[in-house]
């Protein structure tokens, strides 16, 4: 296939979406989202919920955060962390789903993620 010089490609744009899928295709920040799907968590929520070490997972919640997937909130000493647009992020694993399908890869992430209900309330 080749491109058409006339109708270069947007760079910025290009770097832009390759940065947000970037951000959902690493496993563990995937699960991290998951997670966050259900509520507000702490850091040290997450590393209870998932097992991993501290570091990684104010790794993986930097990543997110300065791709503008998810918001930190400070309280006191801790910083709570949550989706920034969570009806939207809805949507995308509905489209991510819908392609899984067609490409006979059917899969859905946890239920709360794809339907917004929200069991996990925070405190921990």
């Given amino acids: 296939m080749t491109i058409n010089s006339s109708s270069s490609l ?4 290009t ?4 940065h ?7 496993p563990a920040r995937l699960a991290v989202v998951q997670h966050l799907a259900s509520g507000e ?3 040290r929520d997450l590393v209870e919920h998932m097992g991993l070490a501290q570091s990684t997972i104010s790794k993986h919640l930097s990543f997110l955060v300065e791709c503008g997937l998810i918001n930190a909130r400070p309280e006191g000493r801790a910083t ?9 992020l809805r ?7 819908k392609m899984l399908e067609a490409t006979g890869n ?3 992430l946890c239920r709360h993620l794809r339907s917004g209900e929200q069991s996990w309330t925070g405190g921990s």
């Avoid at 947000?20 to 690493?26: E, K, M, P, R, V």
């Avoid at 949507?91 to 789903?97: D, M, N, T």
């Fill in 106 to 108: 059917a899969a859905q």
């Fill in 80 to 88: 709570w962390y949550s989706l920034a647009e969570p009806a939207l």
């Fill in 15 to 18: 770097r832009s979406y390759a």
């Fill in 91 to 97: 949507i995308l694993v509905a489209a991510a789903e």
């Fill in 41 to 43: 968590h702490r850091v």
């Fill in 10 to 13: 947007d760079e910025l744009a």
């Fill in 20 to 26: 947000l899928f970037q951000a959902l295709a690493d």
